[in-house]
């Protein structure tokens, strides 16, 4: 769930439509969709190329407070 709220935000950032990362990311604008909603498990190698689509790197997308762990 938090990985996609986290891709829905950069998304929202660069200004993106789904069906955009998903041409970006060669991956079926449903599938960004499914994701973004938390309905959908992500792959490694899916996650991989929408952090690239998305123009960061692994660290910038869960260097972010929606991922540290409040306890």
């Not at 789904?18 to 060669?26: D, R, S, V």
């Amino acid at each position: 769930m938090r990985v996609g709220m986290r891709i829905k935000e950069l998304r929202n950032n660069l200004k993106l439509s789904q069906e955009q990362l998903g041409f970006k990311a060669e991956l079926d604008r449903t599938y960004i969709t499914s994701v973004e909603a938390g309905k959908r498990n992500i792959s490694v190698v899916a996650l991989e190329k929408i952090i690239k689509a998305l123009e960061t790197d692994y660290s910038g997308f869960f260097n972010h407070k929606i991922f540290v762990n409040e306890t």
